[in-house]
């Protein structure tokens, strides 16, 4: 699987953007995607994920209300949407995908370039 991330910028704090994740290679019909961030001096984190199949979400606290995470089977493409953007989210995005629920928040099975997402004060 490869994973092709975009949508990053710059934007003011209480701005939004939208990221996308677009897969190839394979179908993501079976796999659990999502996005973990990495800011600068710090561990990459997990920010949220999806089932595939279900379409299940489950989020970061930090994010909780402010992110939503869609899919688009037909494109077999991946969303992160963030509004009420803050300067603590600032960061390099990545994209992930993962056999299961559990190594998509661990240790991903594939992962995406990142795509920077700078949010000013």
């Known amino acids: 699987v490869q994973l092709q991330a975009s949508g990053g910028g710059l934007v003011q704090a209480g701005g939004s953007l939208r990221l996308s994740c677009a897969a190839s290679?394979?179908?993501?019909?079976?796999?659990?995607v999502g996005w973990h961030r990495q800011a600068p001096g710090k561990e990459r984190e997990f920010v949220a994920d999806?089932?595939?199949?279900?379409?299940?979400?489950r989020y970061a606290d930090s994010v909780k209300g402010r992110f939503t995470i869609s899919r688009d089977n037909a494109k077999n493409t991946v969303y992160l949407q963030m509004n009420s953007l803050k300067p603590e989210d600032t960061a390099v995005y990545y994209c992930?995908?993962?056999?299961?629920?559990?190594?998509?928040?661990?240790?991903?099975?594939?992962w995406g370039q990142g795509t920077q997402v700078t949010v000013s004060s």
């Open positions: 992930a995908a993962g056999v299961n629920t559990i190594l998509i928040r661990t240790n991903p099975n594939y």
């Open positions: 290679g394979r179908t993501l019909s079976s796999y659990a």
């Open positions: 999806i089932s595939w199949t279900y379409g299940t979400t």
